[in-house]
Nanobody
Framework: QVQLVESGGGLVQAGGSLRLSCAAP????????MGWFRQAPGNQRELVAD???????NYADSVKGRFTISRDNAKNTVYLQMNSLKPDDTAVYYC?????????WGQGTQVTVSS
C-alpha cells in the first residue's frame, strides 16, 4: 500500500494563502508525475496542477497566476502554494502520483475559503 501523506489544509479568508504539502515514498516520487486534484461537494474531482519529474508545471485555468506547484526531489515532497484564495477554491484537495503503471492518491485535505 503506497501512502501519500498530505498536510497544510485549513480555513482561510478570501484573499489569504495556504500551502499544501505531500510526501511520497522515494521509489514512487522520483519516477512519478506529481499532482494536486480537488473535489467540491457535488462536483467531479478535477486537476488543479501537476508537475513532471523534470519540474515542468501545468495548471488549470482557474488557478493560473494564483497557485504554484513545486517539488523537492531531495525531500520526496510536492507543494502547492495557494495565494489569493477564493470561496470557489473550497474543496478537498488530493495529492496524486502517477506513471504509466500506477495512479496513487492521498487521503485528502480540506481547504475552506470563507467570504
Amino acid at each position: 500500500q503506497v501512502q501519500l501523506v498530505e498536510s497544510g489544509g485549513g480555513l482561510v479568508q478570501a484573499g489569504g494563502s495556504l500551502r499544501l504539502s505531500c510526501a511520497a515514498p522515494r521509489t514512487i516520487f522520483v519516477i512519478s508525475i506529481m499532482g494536486w486534484f480537488r473535489q467540491a461537494p457535488g462536483n467531479q474531482r478535477e486537476l488543479v496542477a501537476d508537475i513532471t519529474m523534470a519540474g515542468t508545471p501545468n495548471y488549470a485555468d482557474s488557478v493560473k497566476g494564483r497557485f504554484t506547484i513545486s517539488r523537492d526531489n531531495a525531500k520526496n515532497t510536492v507543494y502547492l502554494q495557494m495565494n489569493s484564495l477564493k470561496p470557489d477554491d473550497t474543496a478537498v484537495y488530493y495529492c496524486n502520483a502517477r506513471a504509466s503503471t500506477w495512479n496513487y492518491w492521498g487521503q485528502g485535505t480540506q481547504v475552506t475559503v470563507s467570504s
